[in-house]
């Protein structure tokens, strides 16, 4: 679980570098076998969007960590990044807000990119 803590903290980071909006991390380890974290955000255009992607591929590969799947990219409405201990969605503002994953993973721990830090 450290790893993917470390994993986490620097997908966050990297989302911020490019402005990414509510920014939100769930805990999803109690409750799934999919990932130890999700990682949420949206922007304000498609290429905001390609942008914090971008971000993320770049900082994790500096970090030595490779994501095995990556989906949405060219539409850039909904882009999943799965590096298998946590899966990062960024989304449009009105594709976040019709998928409303925070709703359908309620159930998991919702923390803080200070508490990554800890």
Known sequence: MKQSKEM????????????????????????????????????????QVQAMIDNV????????????????????????LDYKDIVVHVFSKEDRRFYDLERIWRDGKFISIKELEE
């Open 57 to 80: 591929e770049e900082e994790m590969d500096k970090a030595g960590y490779h994501f095995s799947q990556r989906e949405g990219y060219q539409a850039a409405r909904w882009i999943l």
């Open 8 to 47: 986490a903290m620097i997908v966050c980071k990297a989302l911020e570098e490019k402005k990414g909006q509510e920014v939100t991390v769930i805990d999803i380890s109690d409750i799934s076998c999919l990932a130890d974290y999700f990682i949420i955000a949206n922007g304000e255009n498609s290429h």
